[in-house]
């Protein structure tokens, strides 16, 4: 039986080697650091500092599991108005980032720059991350996810937002409510969706 529950500052590792193994052939990640050696050494930091300074405050970060397995799914959320990081979480996060991305940061600052530029100004919940490992996948650790936040959304009569940077999930949100509203490419770099899910009534 699969469980969701809030994960906090204290699962921050545990968020992002969950997610590291979900990115780890993702398009936009494998463009941003194409050794996959590297890609598969330095992501788990990323995500970690992410997690750890941007999304656990929050208190809207789930990780799901089984009495099999442990963090086989993971999400970070950003609530409304708060889906960017303050000045502060950027500067702890850096250090993660770095070593995640070495002398392929700028072209991580060149994506994220773009994410913020088209980011919806609305009121939302943003989906920032979502993954589940590769054994994982398949499982239902993604619905548990998402239906757990998402519920709580409709609750709210809010509405939430995520990037795609997968073509073949863009069918699994849209099943979702989500709606892919463009496209965004970073020049020499992978698309990605943006994918709006409106209020419910």
Not at 127 to 153: C, K, N, Y
Request: glycine share 12%.
């Amino acid at each position: 039986m699969i469980t969701v529950r809030q994960a906090g500052r204290a699962d921050a590792r545990e968020l992002g080697t969950t997610l590291a193994a979900a990115f780890q052939d993702d398009p936009v990640m494998s463009w941003i650091v194409p050794d996959p050696r590297r890609r598969a050494a330095g992501l788990p930091h990323f995500f970690t500092a992410m997690a750890r300074h941007v999304y656990t405050p929050f208190g809207a970060c789930e990780l799901a599991t089984d009495p099999e397995s442990a963090g086989a799914g993971a999400t970070l959320w950003g609530p409304p108005g708060q889906w960017h990081g303050t000045p502060a979480a950027d500067l702890r996060t850096l250090p993660g980032i770095l070593r995640a991305f070495g002398r392929r940061t700028m072209a991580g600052k060149q994506l994220g720059d773009l994410l913020a530029e088209h980011h919806p100004r609305e009121p939302h919940w943003y989906l920032s991350m979502i993954g589940t490992t590769p054994e994982a996948r398949g499982a239902g650790f993604g619905q548990a996810l998402l239906r757990s936040r998402l519920d709580r959304v409709d609750a709210e009569g809010a509405a939430a937002y995520l990037e795609s940077s997968n073509p073949d999930n863009i069918g699994y949100y849209e099943r979702f409510g989500f709606a892919v509203t463009g496209e965004l490419r970073v020049p020499g770099g992978p698309p990605l969706w943006p994918m709006w899910r409106p209020a419910t009534a």
